[in-house]
């Protein structure tokens, strides 16, 4: 999905799996070794992580790295397994 497809509001989820995962700004920061507002940052989509930390957020969170950017990812897991099956 291209990054235009999406409004700057919505570049990630970090805020909505911290959420889901009953985590907190500030558990994140801490285990990340960040600034809680650098984290506040992040889920208000003010400024985004560099890749690392993206991969590093996926991890603590356990959640695949998708997750964190596709606003509706069952749906689109849902899809991923319908084009599979379908390209068979």
């Given amino acids: 999905m291209a990054l235009n497809a999406f ?19 500030k558990w994140l920061a ?22 690392a930390c993206i991969l590093k957020i996926a991890d603590l969170l356990e959640v695949d790295l998708k997750e964190l950017f596709v606003r509706e990812y069952k749906q689109y897991i849902l899809q991923q397994e319908t084009k599979s099956k379908n390209s068979k």
């Fill in 7 to 25: 409004n700057m509001e919505d570049v990630n989820r970090i805020k909505l799996v911290l959420v889901e995962k009953k985590r907190t700004n």
């Fill in 30 to 51: 801490e285990q990340l070794g960040v600034d809680p507002s650098t984290v506040s940052k992040w889920c208000t989509n003010t400024s985004q992580p560099d890749l």
